[in-house]
């Protein structure tokens, strides 16, 4: 019996593996093209500074995952953090978007850190990240409010509309995060609307996970330092990501700087409400909207590709050979154990 059940075991990790794989190869496969024509002609210059750029999106972002985790009482290195952070942006491709905090806790699992603690991990980090970046549109726009009004004059009610969905779901997050009440109101509505009893069980579990969610996230967020922290290493993140239209673009004065960063940052704010082409992602196409006063139309496009490269396709190599060394050597575990 237990030979079976680790053959099992085994088959449905190798098949996943190649599944992820496959599906990673597949990504690439649709955008290897379009990719491959633009950095052709793209200075080597250009493509070293934007991939500084994102790798160092990664360093901030391995310090914000490491210092929480180290906060739930897990002995958890930055080296380990880098990886889940790479883990995660090898897993935002090929689950376009939708498993990147799913896959980071599923790393920081494999290192011995249990999914109650990870889940109020990667919940708050992400609530930080959506509150930086509110912070720093409203900032950015408004000191540079002059040299920006005129792209951004008939998108007025789009940027309230990404502040306030922004700050809905920071405040949703928190309430999930800390409040007891909250918890136990869902949880007995679910009770009345699920009579069966296999799947009562299933809830009180849940219910109990909730908790232990909620206890380590009210730990967390007590410590006014981890505050600070997560302020620093998310400003940290997005400024990287927000100084890449400069490398492309070629701008180096300070007012240019200033503004290519206050136009990225509105960008990101916006990527959530504005609808777009089908087909189209809406960084890329607000990317080339937003930057083709400044650039033209054709640089606009030909500077979205290279941001999507940058930000979107070298951390998903970089993330490949973490799930790469991670699940051969799980296999080449679970071959032994049989």
Request: with cysteine.
């Amino acid at each position: 019996m237990k030979k079976k059940k680790i053959d099992k075991k085994l088959i449905a990790r190798i098949v996943f593996f190649i599944a992820i794989i496959c599906v990673g190869l597949y990504v690439i496969r649709e955008s290897w093209d379009e990719i491959w024509q633009q950095l052709k002609v793209t200075p080597l210059s250009v493509i070293l500074g934007v991939t500084v750029l994102g790798f160092i999106y990664y360093l901030f972002e391995a310090a914000s995952i490491t210092c929480l985790i180290k906060k739930t009482g897990e002995a958890f290195s930055y080296k380990k953090g880098l990886g889940a952070a790479f883990y995660m942006g090898f897993f935002r491709v090929v689950t376009f978007g939708s498993g990147t905090a799913a896959g980071g806790m599923y790393y920081v699992k494999q290192k011995g850190v249990p999914f109650s603690k990870s889940l109020g991990v990667f919940t708050i980090s992400y609530l930080f990240q959506r509150i930086v970046v509110v912070c720093y549109f409203v900032i950015a726009y408004f000191l540079n409010f002059s040299s920006v009004k005129k792209i951004f004059l008939s998108y007025e009610k789009q940027m309230i509309a990404g502040i306030l969905i922004a700050l809905l779901i920071a405040a949703g997050l928190l309430l999930f995060c800390v409040s007891k009440h909250l918890h136990q109101v869902l949880f007995s509505i679910l009770r009345k609307i699920v009579k069966k009893e296999n799947l009562q069980l299933k809830i009180t579990e849940v219910e109990s996970k909730a908790e232990l969610l909620r206890e380590s996230s009210v730990e967390i967020l007590k410590d006014r330092k981890i505050w600070t922290k997560l302020f620093i290493t998310n400003t940290g993140k997005l400024t990287a990501w927000y100084l890449i239209p400069c490398v492309i673009f070629g701008f180096s004065s300070l007012k240019d700087i200033s503004m290519v960063v206050s136009i990225t940052s509105i960008m990101y704010a916006l990527a959530g409400v504005v609808p777009v082409p089908g087909g189209v992602g809406a960084i890329e196409f607000l990317f080339t909207l937003f930057f083709t006063p400044l650039v033209g139309h054709i640089k606009a496009v030909s500077g979205a590709i290279i941001f999507r490269v940058a930000t979107y396709f070298i951390p998903a190599i970089w993330g490949s050979f973490v799930f790469w060394g991670l699940k051969t050597r799980k296999l080449r575990e679970d071959i032994v154990e049989k």
